[in-house]
Nanobody, 127 residues
């Protein structure tokens, strides 16, 4: 059974940091791009960050550039999201996802590119 399991969410004050992790099991995603998305209450799930299968290319939504960093360990089948300078508007459930297309050259920001999803982890940033 293929699973993506996120961890590391929690409650933090504005300006603080959190590190989210996503561990994959059931198959290797070493040849798949990985992404992070988030969904705030009453809103659609939106793109946050993605990393290419090789780990050499990353892509961020504008609102998190310079604050968030995505990374991966292909050998360990994990992907992480380091979140610094958190803001109340970052409050959401964060999901990791695996790209359905192997060896895609560029990381995808399209939700439709991803076919494996974790259950999500809550991030709450207080003001």
């Amino acid at each position: 059974q293929v699973q993506l399991v996120e961890s590391g969410g929690g409650l933090v004050q504005a300006g603080g940091s959190l590190r989210l992790s996503c561990a994959a099991s059931g198959r290797s995603f070493s040849n798949s791009g990985m992404g992070w998305f988030r969904q705030a209450p009453g809103k659609e799930r939106v793109f946050v960050a993605a990393i290419s299968w090789s780990g050499t290319r990353t892509y961020y939504t504008d609102s998190v550039k310079g604050r968030f960093t995505i990374s991966r360990d292909r050998a360990k089948n994990t992907v992480s999201l380091q979140m610094n300078s958190l803001k109340p508007e970052d409050t959401a459930v964060y999901y990791c996802a695996a790209d359905s297309q192997a060896l895609r050259a560029a990381p995808s920001a399209s939700i439709d590119s991803y076919n494996y999803w974790g259950q999500g982890t809550q991030v709450t940033v207080s003001s």
